[in-house]
T-cell receptor, first 113, second 113 residues
């Protein structure tokens, strides 16, 4: 089945230690998104790629960066995680960046010690 | 600014009964789509139903239907014949441009046997 896969499902890191979260998709979608979801809150868009074009949300901290080496993979890098960065990180894809449905991965729960 | 408001943080319903989740939104756009997403505990977010703003007819998907009132900027979700598997966080979401999905705060729905 075509799907959005996130690895790992659970990630523990130490305060200030860089961490990378991974997302892959078999849907061959042009757009990939990264959301941050804190406990019992709505997902908040961090940034998205339309193909290779990177689009950062204005309020996304500089501590968060992303890479998309090819259509299938997208990475979220947190350069110096703080305690406030502990959250669920959701990857999503869509065929294009108009009004199409977004397909979500299961998420990676990040714990910062 | 585009905003989505879900005024019911939590709802509960007995199995086989009907429940309605409320959602209002604010936008100056004419062309947009509305979605209800379901996020079961520890599982990925999936699309329940979508509504195009230019369509007057309310969308339905099996036991799920919406009441879309464009003038009132209201978009409620009705779940008929509730099942235990419907227990989840439900997010109302709005997309108006370039794939920017804006979520409401979510409603936790619990279906009791």
């Amino acid at each position: 089945d075509a799907m959005v896969i996130q690895n790992p499902r659970y990630q523990v890191t130490q305060f200030g230690k860089p961490v990378t979260l991974s997302c892959s998709q078999t849907l061959n979608h042009n757009v990939m998104y990264w959301y941050q979801q804190k406990s019992s809150q709505a997902p908040k868009l961090l940034f998205h790629y339309y193909d290779k074009d990177f689009n950062n949300e204005a309020d996304t901290p500089d501590n968060f960066q992303s890479r998309r080496p090819n259509t299938s993979f997208c990475f979220l890098d947190i350069r110096s995680p703080g305690l406030g960065d502990a959250a669920m990180y959701l990857c999503a894809t869509s065929r294009d960046d108009s009004y199409n449905e977004q397909f979500f991965g299961p998420g990676t729960r990040l714990t910062v010690l | 600014a585009q905003t989505v408001t879900q005024s019911q943080p939590e709802m509960s319903v007995q199995e086989a009964e009907t429940v309605t989740l409320s959602c209002t939104y604010d936008t100056s756009e004419n062309n947009y789509y509305l979605f209800w997403y379901k996020q079961p505990p520890s599982r990925q977010m999936i699309l329940v139903i979508r509504q195009e703003a230019y369509k007057q007819q309310n969308a339905t998907e099996n036991r799920f239907s919406v009441n879309f009132q464009k003038a009132a900027k209201s978009f409620s979700l009705k779940i008929s014949d509730s099942q235990l598997g419907d227990t989840a966080m439900y997010f109302c979401a709005f997309i108006w441009s370039y794939g920017k999905l804006t979520f409401g705060q979510g409603t936790i729905l619990t279906v009791h046997p």
